[in-house]
Every structure is written in C-alpha cells, then in structure tokens.
C-alpha cells in the first residue's frame, strides 16, 4: 500500500474513534487544517479520510462549508440515556446501603442552588447535570464506572443542550436528583433516575428533532 493510503488509513481510523467516542461534540466542525495538527497526519490525506468517513456515512458534507460531526438520531439518544441508567444504577447498588455512602462524594455537589429554573444558561444546567452524575458514578469506587459516565456526560452534552425546550421542570427534576444524592437517601435517588432517564426516552424522538433544529440553526447563523 502506497505511504499515502497508510497515512489516510491511520487517520481514518484516529477520527473514527475519536467520533465514535464523541471527542467531538455533535455538530462541531472538522477542519482539515486543524485535525492535521492534532494527529500529526499530514493534510491531504486527513482531508481525505474525512472523505471517507463521509462516504461511509460517520460525518456529514455541508457544501461550501465543510465536514460536521454528526447529530445524534433517536435511537443512538435512547442508547445512551440507557447506557447512563444502567452505569448509575450500578453506582447505587455497589453503595453499602440506604444510610450510608460516599460523603466525599456527594459533597461534590452540595454547592448553592438558588434560582435554578429552566430559564437559567443551558450551560450551567448541563454543568450541574454532570457533576450530579459523577459524584453518584463516584459512589461506585470504580474507575471503570467513573470513566464511563465522563464519556456518557460528553456524548449527551449536545442533547442536554436542548432538553429545557423539549422538557418542563429540569431543573427542578435535578435539584431532586442532588437533593437526595446529598442525603444519601440512595432509595429514592434510583427512583429519581429511572424517572429521569424515562422521560426522555419516552421523549428521544422530540430531543433528536429539537437536537437537528438547533444544528440547522448553528448552520445558518
């Protein structure tokens, strides 16, 4: 195989992990220029393996305006709010039991949560989602576990984006999930999530939409 077909290989396969692994937020754009620099590839064959990851239907081609990682479809969000249930839940069970817990951990989170409402920035909702999130996975004591709903928070950062226009009441919905995190009341806490989690794969279909909507209005601003 000529050295070039190597290069565009080997940066195929660094991009296909790295958005498999959604290193790059949905709807991020992919420039040639700077991929070359962050995997040390040259241009022509990383323009190249985006070529490719686009014929294979990984990334999408907006003409005139480049290479955009994609927006997550229903069922890819239905399997990583079930991926993230399923990884939290785990962090429950493995605690020693209702009364007690990780008290480090769940200090992690007892910071102010004055005026939290769905009119506040997305950010610091999606912010405060995450850190809810580690400090249960934290309750596990497993780096497995904790790694894996990091990677979870970061692959549902572009859905969390748009939750508040699809769902009433989030934050209310996760000062509960903190208020009983910081209470280690781990009973009603799993109860939380599996109503948290269900909500929004009754919703996946609504949230890809309102997802796709906000990409679409990124695109033409």
Request: glycine share 6%; proline share 3%; charged share 25%.
């Amino acid at each position: 195989m000529p050295l070039s077909d190597r290069n565009t290989a080997a940066a195929y396969r660094i991009l296909e992990k790295r958005i498999a692994g959604y290193e790059y937020r949905p709807g991020a754009r992919l420039s040639p220029d700077h991929l070359t620099n962050e995997i040390c590839i040259g241009l022509t064959p990383t323009r190249t393996a985006l070529q490719w990851l686009h014929r294979d239907g990984l990334i999408d081609h907006r003409p005139g305006q480049g290479f955009f990682v994609k927006t997550p479809s229903a069922s890819e969000i239905v399997n990583l709010y079930r991926g993230n249930i399923i990884q939290l839940e785990g962090s429950i069970a493995l605690t020693d039991g209702a009364a007690k817990g990780d008290d480090e951990a769940a200090a992690a989170t007892a910071e102010p949560w004055t005026n939290l409402d769905d009119q506040g920035a997305s950010d610091d909702l999606i912010t405060l989602t995450e850190n809810v999130f580690n400090s249960i996975a934290a309750l596990s004591g497993s780096d497995v576990v904790i790694r894996a709903v990091e990677a979870l928070n970061s692959r549902l950062y572009f859905i969390r984006l748009v939750e508040c226009d699809v769902l009433q009441d989030v934050g209310g919905e996760l000062y509960a999930l903190h208020h009983q995190l910081y209470a280690r009341d781990y009973a009603r806490l799993r109860g939380a999530l599996i109503a948290y989690h269900a909500r929004r794969l009754e919703n996946a279909m609504s949230l890809a939409d309102a997802a796709c909507a906000r990409a679409l209005r990124r695109e033409a601003a």
